[in-house]
């Protein structure tokens, strides 16, 4: 059975920060490229961050260039995502994913709500 936990949602003001985190279990991760997705109410789901299978490559999306960092560790089968100067535009359900060339997965998501 694979799952993808992702924790270390919660509420923080701006300018605050957090760090996301997400285990992977059934899968060989390091093989998987895995991502950052954002979803708010009404709206779809965004693809905010990716790292490839090695972490040696990321992406980002605009919207959090500068301010979010995406980073893996293979030994432990963890991504992370450290959070900074969060705005409340950054409010939303975050999820993980993990992609394969055959075969892609989501977790269930963890909340951050940044509100004064």
């Known amino acids: 059975q694979v799952i993808l936990e992702e924790s270390g949602g919660g509420s923080v003001q701006p300018g605050g920060s957090l760090r996301l985190s997400c285990a992977a279990s059934g899968i060989t991760f390091d093989r998987y490229i895995m991502s950052w997705h954002r979803q708010t109410p009404g709206k779809e789901r965004d693809l905010i961050a990716s790292?490839?299978?090695?972490?040696?490559?990321?992406n980002y999306a605009d919207s959090v260039k500068g301010r979010f960092t995406i980073s893996r560790d293979n030994d432990k089968n963890l991504i992370y995502l450290q959070m900074t100067d969060l705005k409340p535009e950054d409010t939303a359900v975050y999820y993980c994913?993990?992609?394969?060339?055959?075969?892609?997965?989501w977790g269930q998501g963890t909340q951050v709500t940044v509100s004064s």
């Open positions: 994913h993990a992609t394969h060339p055959t075969r892609v997965y």
């Open positions: 790292i490839s299978v090695t972490g040696g490559h990321s």
